[in-house]
């Protein structure tokens, strides 16, 4: 695992220190780490998305309601 120093800004330092004192996480650093998991499973949710329009703007008209169209895609982003 790699080192690193980073700055926070007061407010940000101090909500930090309330989730550690909370016992959500163990310490600033498993949290910001959980943080940043978070982001790119967010981002990785966001390319598909971005990648399943553009599909379906390129494939023309769908038979698929929107509840469908819906469920869909709640399957897959949650398994």
């Known amino acids: 695992m790699t080192r690193q120093s980073i700055s926070f800004t007061e407010p940000n330092d101090e909500w930090l220190k309330a989730q550690v004192e909370s016992k959500?996480?163990?310490?600033?650093?498993?949290l910001v780490n959980d943080l940043v998991r978070q982001a790119r499973n967010q981002q990785r949710q966001i390319d598909w998305l971005k990648s399943k329009l553009e599909s379906a703007e390129n494939s023309g008209f769908t038979n698929e309601s929107k509840e469908q169209i819906l469920l869909n895609s709640k399957a897959i982003f949650n398994g």
Not at 24 to 30: D, G, T, V
Request: proline share 0%.
């Open 24 to 30: 959500e996480y163990s310490s600033k650093s498993e």
